[in-house]
């Protein structure tokens, strides 16, 4: 690789890395930044909210601007942005300003992670590609790593909001060696303003809906938004240029692909919440232990990556990503039945888990990139990127909503029990399709593994048969519990009618023993 090619990869890992830490880092501190600007936690919340926010809802807006405008100038502009909103957030204590800086430092992320795959394929030599994506992948698994641990220091020894600014030293590289690059790239091309302002209104709805989920408002956004979206389509289907060319999808790899990012990220980053609480309320383990877990999973994942890269340069990444996808399932059978095994088997099937998703991102990016033209690359960019934010969104609301209902029906600890077996029976379920797709799709359309199939789908349905038996059992028992308790109602309403009459008497009897207490006394 030449000295050019080098610098491309640096940048956009460090795009990669500067956009996740920014993220994932504040919600270290936002207890601390809480009591520091004096807010309560939900408009604290929003500090993180906001970011996700507009990074999510302006994905696919991007994908127009950047060809229009070059790659190389929105870049330059989008880190400039991320330095002013990285100094101005650590700088002025005012809640609403922080927000706003937030927000603005979410679009330039958006724009940042596009570019950062746009630059990978347009500049990258065709043998190198998968070696510098699992490059720029790794980047942001080691923000994963990083960013708890340096928030956490941050916090402890300098004002919380130190940690908006500890970005801004590599952003100034990236500005520099962003100055360095000569090669623009542009396309003529038109923005859709009116689906623009239609994505942010759906993106608003449903981050809204999701973050309050319990309330009948959060219900009314959520639903709102889905209702919006199938409207969005169909207004994009119409329309010439569209934001997105929803067309694409038409290309079974490139959909199937695309859907097997998003469920892979629902996995991994839901994995991760959900067994964070689990491994506290249910486990008992402490916060360290609990931390030290996810830690391996994400230094798993950043030595995994680009090992995996370079393997898909030299064989089909395909069979490699689907590689990767056995292990996903293996990993999430083992978690399903983790109340009949010990501790020490979720550290087992976490770094399975890691290995798995590790061998399987990279190559399956790398499909979804080389299954389009040259001329579609800024559409697929963008909706890549914003359906991986969806994965990461959904499991949270999944698990919000799977909590309220088992509160309803079991008391204390058991209740996040259930919820956390309901959603790891449900990444199970995910990974498996994952599999499954990715054993009939390859880069000629053309189904793949026929020879070996039947053989194939034995231990499968063997490890199907004996998931359903497991949630079977659990579903039978919720239900019976309900229908007992629902049963016994009416009896227990008799019961206590009938008590009455007992309860009064009992009552004027001791009224009557005191009276005479009182007249013996006197």
Request: with cysteine.
């Amino acid at each position: 690789m030449d000295k050019t090619t080098i610098k491309i990869i640096i940048i956009s890992t460090l795009f990669m890395y500067i956009g996740l830490f920014d993220y994932s880092s504040v919600t270290v501190v936002l207890p601390q930044l809480s009591n520091v600007l004096h807010i309560s936690s939900s408009l604290t919340n929003w500090i993180s909210i906001s970011f996700l926010l507009f990074c999510t809802a302006s994905g696919l807006t991007f994908g127009a601007i950047v060809p229009k405008y070059g790659i190389l100038k929105v870049s330059k502009i989008a880190v400039i942005i991320m330095i002013i909103g990285g100094l101005v957030s650590a700088l002025i204590l005012n809640p609403w300003t922080i927000i706003i800086a937030r927000s603005v430092q979410g679009l330039s992320t958006a724009a940042l992670f596009i570019i950062s795959y746009l630059l990978i394929i347009k500049n990258v030599e065709e043998n190198y590609v998968g070696t510098a994506l699992g490059i720029v992948t790794a980047g942001g698994f080691l923000s994963s790593i990083t960013a708890p641990t340096i928030g956490g220091f941050l916090s402890f020894y300098f004002p919380p909001q130190t940690i908006f600014a500890f970005s801004v030293p590599f952003s100034i590289i990236c500005l520099i060696l962003l100055f360095t690059l000569k090669n623009e790239w542009t396309e003529d091309v038109s923005i859709d303003f009116i689906g623009t302002g239609f994505w942010f209104l759906i993106m608003i709805l449903f981050i809204y809906g999701v973050s309050y989920l319990k309330t009948s408002l959060g219900i009314i956004c959520l639903i709102s938004s889905i209702l919006f979206l199938v409207l969005f389509i169909l207004y994009e289907l119409n329309i010439e240029p569209p934001l997105y060319n929803f067309r694409l999808l038409k290309n079974k790899i490139y959909a199937v692909n695309n859907y097997s990012a998003m469920m892979a990220c629902f996995v991994k980053d839901g994995m991760v919440f959900v067994l964070t609480l689990y491994l506290q309320y249910s486990k008992g383990l402490s916060s360290v232990e609990t931390g030290l877990f996810i830690s391996i999973f994400a230094i798993v994942m950043f030595l995994t990556s680009p090992v995996a890269g370079r393997l898909s340069d030299k064989f089909d990444s395909v069979r490699l990503s689907n590689a990767g996808a056995n292990l996903m399932v293996i990993s999430t059978f083992i978690i399903c039945l983790v109340r009949y095994l010990p501790t020490w088997s979720i550290m087992t099937s976490i770094i399975c888990l890691a290995v798995g998703y590790g061998l399987f991102d990279t190559p399956n990016k790398k499909i979804i990139l080389e299954s389009s033209k040259e001329s579609e690359l800024s559409y697929v960019t963008a909706f890549l990127s914003t359906i991986r934010d969806f994965g990461m969104l959904l499991p949270t609301a999944i698990f919000t909503l799977s909590l309220s209902m088992f509160s309803n029906i079991r008391y204390g600890p058991k209740y996040w029990a259930s919820s956390s077996q309901f959603m790891f029976d449900l990444f199970f379920m995910i990974a498996l399709s994952i599999l499954i797709f990715g054993f009939y799709v390859n880069k000629d359309n053309e189904v793949i593994y026929k020879f070996n199939f039947a053989k194939l789908s034995q231990p499968v349905t063997n490890t199907v048969g004996s998931f359903i038996g497991t949630v079977s059992e659990d579903v039978v028992d919720t239900v019976s519990y309900t229908v007992n308790e629902i049963s016994d109602a009416p009896n227990r309403v008799k019961d206590t009618v009938s008590d009455v009459p007992d309860n009064i008497s009992n009552v004027v009897d001791d009224i009557e023993i005191l009276k005479f207490l009182k007249n013996k006394k006197e």
